[in-house]
Structures are given as structure tokens and as C-alpha cells.
């Protein structure tokens, strides 16, 4: 009855994915009875193996596609598969049909009630930790582009780890950002919840200025002036360390640090470093404004916040509008189709090999085909890996607990331990949720007197459980990230042609509306170069990969991302520009290029064509952004304009299919 209370509380915790208090309520009140009738008809099905093989898959199928109506509807329909599979585990013959559904559906309700409690006395603390998270995060980044201070690092490296956190940066403030202004519209309004929106759009400018943070000092600035150059590094330490600790309850308990901005700009430079000093005084301003931005953290507000930008999703319950908006998915072209399809032949074939072969906890195949599979196969082969590693290394920790043959009385610890820290990891560290979920298993089964019975089945269940979804993804449609790269490309290319058409017509007409769509297309382009990085990350974690393949990826990432900081820097100076005859024909001259590599790129579809041609300027490509990173602080925007123009037609060049 515990393992059924405490797996019925996980499943219970994955349909919790509302960040409104009344929607968790009604997901709740549809998750009970679903729970309670999904076991119910597993345990009545489980004797019959061929219905229960149809039932699982007509079943798994629908509870897949609820994702069509909602995405809550889809984490409810994922937890029900979820407890259905852990019925499975469960049962034993001779037991009431009712018994496994009641203890599962009453663990659901004990977590139920300790969230109830935790929105009672720790309200919005969700959001809160997702804070803490972004705020860390934007300090990691800060002393990543500090680096350079310290240590001699290759630009590709720095790059990296910049673009890394600058994509979990991006997906943190996002799901933030849905979580509060679905809480505002649903009329859920507090001082708390303001102040949380307001630390979260201080972290969208901070974020916006780390953006243009690249500085590595020559050998000669560094020889010359090392105390300086210390003192730059301890001013971006202590604010990093700031950053790190800073949150919403604690900002009025904790100074922000002292910094001499003004005696780091008056610093006694000698002549012949003047040039190269440059570029560590534009340091120095843009750490300035980010230390100003931090000020405004323990400034309160009676600002009363828009709430218009996300709407909750509330699912229509008109049946035809449901019908139709389901028959409308049913084909591969749709992406909730080709998941259900995969989930539900990953299932249905699970079962029939447990079931043929009579594997011992074979069940677990199934649990195991369902937490690992994705929508691609790059996420789907990395979280093989994290259910792999995380399985064995779980289990090595088991061999060790029964040979010392851990006492009876610790085992209940154990098992307490491992479900809080699974509940604390299984968002952000999937690997180690799955060490904790194998250490839990064990201690609960041990306690029932089978923990050395489960060393081999849960292995061998694993091994199973994680090829059968590669196979489907493989089968039905893989994504390989290297054939969806050049649709992307072209995607964060026509973006940053919307961004300069929005930027005219504001220099044109200074007002609120020109101002907000010109924000909104500078926030597409960061969204579609972060995809593009994305993209990168998505081959590395791709089996077969090829290492010439990636590379081409990464210098079109890095190009695009040195087109993007150009743009940060217009949009900096957007107030102080004008839209004159210089300023209009070099805007005129930059869009013309973006739309020539917009053409180029739209008629260079194939993957091997695009990188095929790349590899011939690979080397030209490489120095021109080397060139623009160690210039563009010291640039007026009329040169800015230029030098894009300039990147923009190397760029295309390198595409340009002599054939087309």
C-alpha cells in the first residue's frame, strides 16, 4: 500500500502542471476518477492478454492525443498511462479488482493534499524556485564571458558555454512568463506576484546586456595592466555572486555590492594600449548598466502589470469543435499524431514481449518505453543515456546496500529520501531522478522482502524498455536535426529582416505601437537564434553524428549570433538614432543583403547542399566574425550597418549554389 500511495502521488504529479489555482483544481477533479478508472480497467484486463493488448492500445492512444485539446489535458492523459503501468506492477492475483485503483487514486489525493498545503502556506514558491533558477543561470553567463580575464580560451569554447545558458536562460524566462501572466488573467493578482514579474523582466535586461559582454584582453593589456584587469574581474565576480544569491524574499536582507565603476573608467592607461583599452571600458559600461539594472531589484512598485500578452489555454468542451479539432491531427504530417502512434506501438509491443516471454517486473518495460521517449530522436537517444546511466548506477548503489545487508529499520529513510529528491530532479536532472527512482524501488520492494529479486529484471527491463521507442523514432519520422537545420536558418534570417523593416518604421515614427512591434520582432530573433543553437546541441546528442556536420552547424550559429549582437547594439542605441538619408540607405542596403541569403537559402533546401558549400568558405567565414567580434564595441551605427551588410553577403556567397 505505500509503493501504490507513493506512485500514485508521482503519477498525480505529473498531471500538476497548472500554475492557476482554480485549473489545478478542475485538473485535479478530471486526474481522480480518470486515475481511479484507467487502474480499475487494467486490473480487469489483465488475466485476458489479448484484450489487454487492444484495450492498452486503444487506450494509450487517446490518453496521447489529449495533448491534441490542451497541454495540461496531455499531461493528465501521460500521468493516466503512467498509473495504468504502475497497476500493472502492482497487481497479484487474488487481490480485489478494487483494491490497487483505491491505494493508487489515495496517493494521488495525499499529494493532492500536501499541495493544497504548499499553495496555502508557500504561495507561488514554483515560480519563486524557477526565479532563483533564471537568476543563477544569467550569473553563470556573466562569469563565462568574464573568463577571458583569467584564463586563455579558444572563441569556439567561449561561445559554447555562452549559447548553453543563454538557451536554458530563454527556456527558464518563458516558462515563467506563461506561469505569471496566465495568473494574471485568471484574476490571481498579489504584491508577491508583481514583484516576481518584475525580478523576471530585470533578468530580460540583464540578459539583454550579457548579450554584448564579449571581451578577451590581448597578451599585451594583460602584461600591462593586470591590477586593472583584476579589478574588472572582482567588479563582474561580485556581481555575479549577487546575482546568484538574490530572490524575492531575501532582496531587502542582502546589499548589493560596492563597486567604483567611475575610478575603473579613469584608470591611468599608457599610450600604446589606448586602442586595446577599448575595448575593456566598453566592458565596463555595459557592467555598469547591468549594475544599475540591479538596483531597481529592491525598488517597490505600485505598477499595476499587463496582462493581455498570454491567455490561459481553456479547452472548448463543444464536441464537435473537440471532434474536429482531433480528426483535424490525425495524419503524420501532425506531431501529436506521430508521438501517439510511437507511444502507443512502444506500449502494445512492450506488453506482448512481457507477456510472451513472462519476463519477472516486466511491466517496468513499458514505464520505462513511456519516461524515455521523446519527440525526436536526439532527445529521445539523450534521455536513453540518462535512463541507462541512471539505472546502473542506481543499481551498483543496490549491490552495495545488500551486501552489507543494510538494516530493515534504515530501508524506510531510504525510501522517504529517494521519492523527495526524484520530486525535486525529475525536471531538470533526468539521470539522477531515475538513481533515485531505482534506490526507491528497491527499498520499497526490500521491505516487502523481494528486494533481491530485483537486480537483473529491473536491468533487463531497462535495456528493453529504452530500445523499443529508438526503434519507433527511428521508424516514424526521426527529425534529424541536421535536414531541419536549413529550414531554421532560414526562419532566423527572415526574422532579422522583419526586426530592420520594424526598426525603420520606427526611426520614422517614434510611438508606443512601432516601439512595442519593434521589441516584439527583436525578441523573434532571439527566440530563432537560440533555436538555431539549439539545433547544434540537438545533432551532438544525435547518434552517428558527423564531426565536419556539426561544425558547419556551429559557424552558422556563430554567424547568425554575431548578426544578432549587431542588431542588440542598434537596438541599444535606438533612441539616439535617426532615420536620415545615411542611416535609410545603409538599413536599405542591409535588408536588400538579408533578402538576397533569404533567397539563397529558400533555393538550398538539402542539407548536403547547404554544408557542401559552406565547407568551401568555411575559413573566409570564420575570420570576418573573428573580425567583428573584436570590433564591434568601438563601432558608430552607421558602420554597424555596414559591417552587417558585409557579414550578411560573405555569408550568402559561401551558400551560393553556382548552379541555381
Not at 308 to 313: D, G, H, L, M, Q
Not at 371 to 376: A, D, E, I, M, S
Amino acid at each position: 500500500m505505500g509503493i501504490a500511495f507513493s506512485l500514485g502521488s508521482i503519477s498525480c504529479g505529473f498531471a500538476d502542471t497548472s500554475s492557476v489555482t482554480k485549473y489545478r483544481i478542475l485538473d485535479f477533479c478530471i486526474a481522480i476518477p480518470v486515475f481511479f478508472l484507467i487502474s480499475l480497467g487494467t486490473e480487469a484486463v489483465f488475466p485476458h492478454s489479448v484484450l489487454f493488448v487492444i484495450s492498452l492500445t486503444v487506450v494509450s492512444f487517446s490518453l496521447f492525443m489529449l495533448a491534441v485539446l490542451s497541454p495540461r489535458l496531455g499531461a493528465i492523459g501521460f500521468a493516466s498511462i503512467l498509473l495504468a503501468i504502475y497497476a500493472m506492477l502492482l497487481h497479484l492475483d487474488g487481490r480485489p479488482i478494487w483494491l490497487v485503483p483505491l491505494w493508487l487514486t489515495c496517493g494521488a489525493l495525499w499529494y493532492i493534499f500536501w499541495q493544497a498545503l504548499a499553495i496555502y502556506f508557500l504561495p507561488n514558491q514554483e515560480s519563486k524556485d524557477i526565479l532563483s533558477d533564471l537568476y543563477q543561470a544569467i550569473a553563470k553567463k556573466l562569469i563565462t564571458h568574464d573568463h577571458g580575464f583569467i584564463f586563455s580560451s579558444d572563441n569556439n569554447e567561449l561561445f559554447i558555454k555562452s549559447a548553453q545558458l543563454r538557451s536554458q536562460i530563454a527556456g527558464l524566462s518563458h516558462t515563467l512568463e506563461g506561469r505569471i501572466h496566465q495568473q494574471f488573467t485568471a484574476g490571481e493578482d498579489s504584491a508577491k506576484l508583481q514583484d516576481i514579474y518584475r525580478f523576471l523582466k530585470v533578468a530580460e535586461r540583464i540578459n539583454e546586456q550579457t548579450r554584448l559582454l564579449y571581451f578577451i584582453p590581448t597578451s599585451n593589456l594583460k602584461q600591462t595592466c593586470p591590477e586593472w584587469l583584476d579589478k574588472i574581474h572582482q567588479a563582474t565576480l561580485k556581481i555575479s555572486q549577487y546575482l546568484e544569491q538574490v530572490t524575492v524574499d531575501n532582496v531587502h536582507r542582502i546589499n548589493v555590492p560596492s563597486i567604483d565603476f567611475e575610478g575603473l573608467r579613469q584608470y591611468t592607461i599608457q599610450e600604446n594600449i589606448k586602442e586595446e583599452a577599448l575595448a575593456a571600458l566598453s566592458y565596463i559600461n555595459k557592467l555598469d548598466i547591468i549594475y544599475l539594472t540591479l538596483q531597481q531589484l529592491s525598488q517597490q512598485t505600485s505598477q499595476t502589470l499587463s496582462s493581455s500578452i498570454i491567455k490561459p489555454i481553456v479547452v472548448s468542451w463543444k464536441w464537435r469543435e473537440l471532434a474536429s479539432k482531433l480528426t483535424s491531427q490525425m495524419t503524420l504530417k501532425s506531431s501529436y499524431f506521430r508521438h501517439a502512434l510511437r507511444g502507443t506501438l512502444s506500449l502494445a509491443t512492450g506488453l506482448i514481449i512481457v507477456r510472451t516471454l513472462n519476463l519477472d517486473f516486466g511491466f517496468w518495460t513499458l514505464m520505462t518505453s513511456l519516461l524515455v521517449l521523446r519527440p525526436n530522436l536526439s532527445m529521445t537517444w539523450t534521455r536513453l543515456l540518462q535512463r541507462l546511466t541512471g539505472t546502473i548506477c542506481g543499481l551498483l548503489v543496490v549491490v552495495a546496500l545488500l551486501h552489507f545487508q543494510v538494516s530493515t529499520s534504515i530501508l524506510p529513510f531510504i525510501f522517504c529520501i529517494a521519492v523527495i529528491l526524484f520530486f525535486h530532479t525529475s525536471a531538470r536532472h533526468y539521470g539522477f531522478a531515475v538513481f533515485c527512482v531505482t534506490l526507491f524501488v528497491f527499498a520499497g520492494f526490500s521491505l516487502n522482502g523481494q528486494g533481491d529479486n530485483i537486480l537483473l529484471p529491473r536491468l533487463d527491463s531497462t535495456v528493453l524498455g529504452v530500445f523499443l521507442p529508438l526503434l519507433f523514432v527511428f521508424i516514424l519520422s526521426p527529425g534529424w536535426n541536421k535536414k531541419l537545420f536549413p529550414t531554421q536558418l532560414t526562419a532566423t534570417t527572415t526574422g532579422y529582416i522583419d526586426y530592420l523593416v520594424s526598426l525603420k518604421m520606427y526611426l520614422a515614427e517614434k510611438s508606443d505601437c512601432t516601439a512595442t512591434q519593434l521589441q516584439r520582432h527583436y525578441q523573434d530573433c532571439v527566440v530563432n537564434d537560440t533555436n538555431l543553437f539549439d539545433h547544434w546541441m540537438g545533432y551532438l546528442g544525435e547518434p552517428h553524428r558527423k564531426s565536419q556536420t556539426g561544425e558547419h552547424i556551429l559557424l552558422c550559429s556563430r554567424s547568425s549570433n554575431i548578426i544578432l549582437r549587431i542588431l542588440t547594439q542598434l537596438n541599444e542605441n535606438k533612441q539616439s538614432l535617426s532615420l536620415d538619408s545615411t542611416i535609410n540607405s545603409d538599413l536599405d542596403s542591409v535588408i536588400t543583403s538579408l533578402t538576397e541569403l533569404d533567397k539563397t537559402l529558400k533555393k538550398s533546401q538539402n542539407h548536403t547542399e547547404l554544408f557542401k558549400h559552406i565547407s568551401k568558405q568555411e575559413k573566409l567565414i570564420y575570420q570576418s566574425f573573428i573580425y567583428i567580434e573584436n570590433e564591434i564595441y568601438k563601432l558608430d551605427n552607421h558602420t554597424l550597418l555596414q559591417l552587417l551588410a558585409k557579414e550578411v553577403d560573405l555569408f550568402t556567397s559561401a551558400i551560393k549554389v553556382n548552379n541555381i
